[in-house]
Every structure is written in structure tokens, then in C-alpha cells.
């Protein structure tokens, strides 16, 4: 590649998820912080990379045409690198379309139905006093993490013996309940060795402690 990939993040787990896959595939990139607690995502420039004005995004200068591209929604984000590069998403028909289900486990469920369980656990205490959803969003996680649990029984990773993109989607996420939300003994995370197991391989990898630092909250 002649020029670097433009990513625009923060250090969220549906950002960290994208600087990990540029890190792991060995692309170059260069990071530019977006503050969603000060309202970059709703500035002109970025709603025209992004026009739902969610972070990560990115814009390949050697997009499919031979042109820059945008890409938004951090699956289809990592769907698209690994397509650009052959890295991380299997060939074989079988192993590729068990990665994309478990990609879309990320979406549609781990992803979304963690950050309620954050939002009312962690954030929105002085707004929401009533119990229900907190105690909703706490059953739903503790199903999720015991249907990655299950999976992941005699597994190194999600699918097959490698990584793939979609350990990069879900890892973070399983982070963060911990890191961000502080819930670890609400939620009993030690009742999920494999999940944590999986968890500590995944974080050992040189490329994924650069990546979850990437367009850090700090920096």
C-alpha cells in the first residue's frame, strides 16, 4: 500500500475491534481520535465518512476501485479488511461462513446487549432507579457469555484452530465488562474459564495490546 489507511476511533470495544485487525494484518494506518464525549462525531467531516456518526470508520486511499472508500459499522469494517488483505476469515466455505455467524453473534447480540447492561449498570444510575434493567440486561449478558462458554469448550479460538475476526469483534467487548463497566463479581465472570482463558490467549498477542490502545481515552 502507497498510502496508509485512515482510521477514526476511540478506544471503545467497537473501536479497539478495528485497530486490533489493522495491527494484526500488518496494515499501515494512521489513527485520528474522535471524542465522542465532546461531539466530534457530529462535526461535517466526520458525518461524511460516517453519516450515522458512530465511531470506528475508516477510508482506504486504494479502496476497490482504485479510489478512497469509506467504510462504517465495525463488522463490515473488519469484514471488508480481511477480504482486502486474505488474512483472518477463513476460505474454506464452511469455516468462513462459521465466522461470519459468530461476526454477527458480535453484532447483533454481544455487542448491543452488553452496552445496555453497561449503560444501566454503570452510567445510568443517577437517571434509571428502577431495577428491570438492569436485571434484564444482566440475564442477557450472563447468556451470552455462557453461550461463548460452551463454544469456546475445547477451543484455542471462536472458530477452528486460528484467529479470526471474529475473536477480534467479540474479545473487547468481554473486556470491557470488566475494564469499563467494573462488573465483573455482578456479573460471576469467574463461573466462564473458558471465556476468560480465551480472553487472556487473546491478550497476550503483541498486535492486540498495541491495538486496544489505540486513540486511547487518555491520549
Known sequence: MKKPIALYSLATPNGQKVSIA???MGLPYTAH??????GDQFTDEFIAINPNSKIPAIVDPDGPAGAPHAVMESGAILLYLAEKTGQ???TDPTLRSETLQWLFFQM??????FGQ?????????????????VKRYTTETKRLLAVLETRL?????????????A????????????KFYDAAEHLNLARFPNVNAWTVRFLERPAVQVGMDVCGFDS
Open 22 to 24: 489493522l495491527e494484526e
Open 167 to 178: 475473536d477480534f469483534a467479540t474479545v473487547p467487548w468481554v473486556v470491557c465488562l470488566d
Open 153 to 165: 469448550e475445547g477451543r484455542q479460538w471462536l472458530v477452528s484452530e486460528a484467529i479470526s475476526i
Open 88 to 90: 483472518f476469515l477463513p
Open 117 to 133: 447492561f453497561g449503560h444501566f449498570y454503570r452510567y445510568a444510575k443517577d437517571d434509571c432507579d428502577h431495577p428491570y434493567p
Open 108 to 113: 447483533g447480540g454481544v455487542g448491543p446487549m
Open 33 to 38: 481520535k474522535i471524542d465522542i464525549l465532546a
